[in-house]
């Protein structure tokens, strides 16, 4: 046992030294290497689980999951120039250095939190959870896209406020300022964060109810829902614990108690990781469904 838990975290461990003893590489590239670390090691708890492992049965499974993990959080990074809500620091000098850390760091997302998704669905934690059965209709349906349409568009509008004299006739948007000020723009995460949850579940229940949250809940059943919750809190404690301690790293500008904060991360922030991931899952499937992918076991 002891081999196992020393081989599968290798990598965190040498993170954590290298942290230690302030080694530069480790000090930038902190977050990626023990990221991966960890993938490898939930990787690894799941194939003793189900003998079946994504990285290494399913590799192309994973590459796509790795490459779409990129671009889907390079959206989110678009997303925050309207919200302003975090920031890097120390960043290195070097585009090339730098370009490899944003790939390597942004491409650990997505598989982080489905291995770990996966874990709590193979642990049976949830299984026997049963609630009042939802029932799913068409105007149900197409009342949570539509309000998934409202909150995404919500921070956009706001940010664009402060630039109504770029319009062809700015009095024709006097108003806006006044109803959705470029101030409050900070306050708006939860709506970016809920936004795309709203938006894909109801598309994936029409598509491939395999995969949607809705579609859980007209069984009675919560088990990947609630999977998904307490993977996005322990992946959000685990990324805020890495990037703490590393140089290279980034903060948060979250207006409500900021000074509040475990690591970088004011409390209230971390309401959104439970989000983040439900989200992400859901992107991802969209995608996987569009693409037809059937290159393995699925999560789910």
Same mark, same amino acid.
């Given at each position: 046992?002891?081999?196992?838990?020393?081989?599968?975290?290798?990598?965190?461990?040498?993170?954590?030294?290298?942290?230690?003893?302030?080694?530069?590489?480790?000090?930038?590239?902190?977050?990626?290497?023990?990221?991966?670390?960890?993938?490898?090691?939930?990787?690894?708890?799941?194939?003793?689980?189900?003998?079946?492992?994504?990285?290494?049965?399913?590799?192309?499974?994973?590459?796509?999951?790795?490459?779409?993990?990129?671009?889907?959080?390079?959206?989110?990074?678009?997303?925050?120039?309207?919200?302003?809500?975090?920031?890097?620091?120390?960043?290195?000098?070097?585009?090339?250095?730098?370009?490899?850390?944003?790939?390597?760091?942004?491409?650990?997302?997505?598989?982080?939190?489905?291995?770990?998704?996966?874990?709590?669905?193979?642990?049976?934690?949830?299984?026997?959870?049963?609630?009042?059965?939802?029932?799913?209709?068409?105007?149900?349906?197409?009342?949570?896209?539509?309000?998934?349409?409202? *909150?995404?568009?919500? @921070?956009? $509008?706001?940010?664009? =406020?402060?630039?109504?004299? &770029? +319009? #062809?006739?700015?009095? /024709? *948007?006097?108003?806006? @300022?006044? $109803?959705?000020?470029? =101030?409050?723009?900070?306050? &708006? +995460? #939860?709506?970016?964060? /809920?936004?795309?949850?709203?938006?894909?579940?109801?598309?994936?229940?029409?598509?491939?109810?395999?995969?949607?949250?809705?579609?859980?809940?007209?069984?009675?059943?919560?088990?990947?829902?609630?999977?998904?919750?307490?993977?996005?809190?322990?992946?959000?404690?685990?990324?805020?614990?890495?990037?703490?301690?590393?140089?290279?790293?980034?903060?948060?500008?979250?207006?409500?108690?900021?000074?509040?904060?475990?690591?970088?991360?004011?409390?209230?922030?971390?309401?959104?990781?439970?989000?983040?991931?439900?989200?992400?899952?859901?992107?991802?499937?969209?995608?996987?469904?569009?693409?037809?992918?059937?290159?393995?076991?699925?999560?789910?």
């Amino acid at each position: 046992m002891f081999g196992f838990v020393l081989s599968k975290t290798l990598l965190i461990i040498l993170v954590e030294l290298g942290l230690a003893l302030k080694l530069k590489f480790f000090l930038i590239f902190a977050t990626p290497v023990a990221w991966s670390g960890y993938i490898l090691f939930v990787d690894y708890v799941n194939f003793k689980i189900t003998k079946k492992s994504t990285i290494f049965h399913s590799p192309l499974k994973f590459i796509t999951m790795f490459f779409l993990s990129i671009i889907m959080w390079w959206m989110f990074e678009w997303f925050n120039i309207f919200i302003s809500n975090w920031k890097y620091f120390n960043l290195t000098k070097s585009l090339t250095i730098r370009y490899i850390g944003y790939f390597w760091s942004f491409g650990t997302i997505l598989p982080a939190l489905l291995f770990t998704a996966e874990l709590f669905k193979n642990l049976k934690i949830f299984s026997q959870i049963k609630v009042f059965r939802l029932k799913v209709t068409d105007k149900l349906l197409a009342i949570l896209f539509l309000i998934g349409l409202i *909150f995404l568009f919500i @921070p956009i $509008i706001a940010f664009s =406020s402060r630039f109504i004299n &770029l +319009a #062809a006739d700015s009095k /024709l *948007f006097f108003w806006l @300022p006044s $109803i959705m000020p470029f =101030s409050i723009r900070k306050y &708006l +995460a #939860a709506f970016l964060w /809920l936004s795309f949850i709203f938006i894909f579940d109801p598309i994936l229940y029409l598509l491939n109810k395999n995969y949607s949250i809705l579609a859980e809940f007209e069984k009675g059943k919560m088990e990947k829902f609630l999977s998904l919750i307490i993977t996005g809190f322990l992946c959000g404690f685990l990324w805020e614990f890495w990037n703490f301690w590393a140089q290279t790293k980034w903060k948060y500008f979250v207006p409500i108690l900021p000074e509040l904060k475990i690591f970088e991360m004011p409390i209230l922030g971390y309401f959104g990781f439970p989000a983040f991931a439900i989200e992400m899952y859901l992107i991802y499937h969209f995608i996987r469904t569009l693409i037809d992918c059937r290159d393995g076991a699925k999560l789910y």
